[in-house]
């Protein structure tokens, strides 16, 4: 590097060796600077204009702490927590394969810093975690937003599993929808969206997509359809759709039986604080709360004996027909 570069890019490295080298517990003194820009940068310089062009950073708004001690970037684009919680998100989703979670896992640690990326050694183990192996997710992430941004249709494959563990398309043409909105839920990755000639809203899987393309259509509005006036509200979807399933949604009324542990946290983290809870005698409980009878359908059976449903009566009439059903293959 020759002596002209250097100099225009001092103050700069100097910011990145704070950055990736300092905190609280490891300040770095003047000393610590200049052997850092020789090492990693190939740049020499004197004390002074380390003095001189901290003093510029901090002047910019740059939070950089002085003591006795040395100095240090106090002001982090991530705390430590902040970043775990990025990392076990990306580890725990299975649509992202092992060569893209390392990637992300790589560039999500490098904001932490040297001593950060120390510390979370330990934490990646990638054969512990199932994983899938395409390479599409986040094309098709990219390609959908594109598309929501232009308000363009787009065409794909949809697909599910096979005996043999491959994706393969459940129908042979291509399907073509109107893309309004991606969103996570339940540890996948849903996108909104619409068929022409059709007045509800469809929830699709994006790893379950093939073969995605932009077209020329211009999308029909979400506004045009009757009920989404004003838009999805993604925070009264995640509460009224324990499954992604899309029906009207209806007062649905439930009790709790036989005392069963932990419900009023089960149903606050399925339908968040909204529910009404009413204390019944032997430490049972009733419920009250709006959501989609179709997908309350397979949330309240998983419960068994446990929970019953009060109304709507054709919710009731409909898990009466399906425990009968279960009796059956078992008899």
């Known amino acids: 590097m020759d002596n002209f570069e250097p100099k225009k890019l001092l103050i700069l490295r100097i910011l990145q060796i704070l950055t990736e080298f300092s905190d609280c517990d490891h300040k770095l003194r003047q000393n610590d600077i200049i052997s850092l820009l020789r090492i990693q940068y190939g740049i020499e310089c004197e004390r002074k204009a380390i003095a001189r062009n901290i003093e510029f950073l901090q002047t910019a708004g740059y939070d950089i702490v002085a003591d006795n001690n040395g100095v240090y970037l106090a002001e982090k684009k991530f705390e430590t927590g902040e970043l775990r919680l990025l990392i076990d998100s990306v580890l725990s989703n299975r649509n992202i394969c092992k060569t893209h979670t390392k990637e992300l896992i790589k560039k999500i640690s490098e904001e ?19 994983k899938d192996d395409s390479f599409d997710f986040f094309y098709n992430i990219e390609l959908l937003c594109e598309a929501i941004e232009k308000n363009v249709k787009v065409e794909f494959f949809y697909n599910h599993y096979g005996a043999d563990k491959k994706l393969k398309h459940t129908r042979e043409k291509k399907t073509i ?9 339940n540890g996948h990755y849903y996108f909104a969206c619409n068929y022409d000639g059709y007045e509800n809203i469809v929830y699709l899987r994006i790893d379950r997509i093939t073969d995605l393309r932009l077209t020329e259509l211009h999308a029909k509005s979400l506004k045009e359809m ?89 919710l009731v009439e409909q898990i009466k027909n399906d425990i009968e059903e279960m009796k059956k293959l078992y008899d």
Do not use: C
């Not at 932490?112 to 199932?130: E, R, T």
């Not at 006036?229 to 399933?245: D, Q, S, W």
């Not at 179709?294 to 949330?299: D, E, G, S, V």
């Open 112 to 130: 932490g810093g040297k001593y950060f990326k120390n510390y979370a050694k330990h934490v990646v183990n990638l054969d512990d975690w199932q």
């Open 226 to 314: 009757q009920g989404y006036e004003n838009g999805l509200n993604l925070g009264k979807l995640y509460n009224r759709l324990p499954y992604m399933f899309e029906d009207t949604p209806v007062r649905i009324e439930f009790i709790t039986a036989n005392g069963v542990e932990n419900m009023v946290d089960n149903v606050i983290d399925w339908f968040g604080r909204e529910v009404e809870i009413s204390e019944l005698e032997g430490g049972n409980y009733k419920f009250v709360l709006t959501a989609s009878p179709r997908a309350m359908r397979f949330w309240i059976l998983q419960f068994g004996k446990y929970v019953k449903v009060l109304s709507p009566q054709t």
């Open 177 to 185: 929808a109107n893309p309004y909105q991606l969103f996570l839920k």
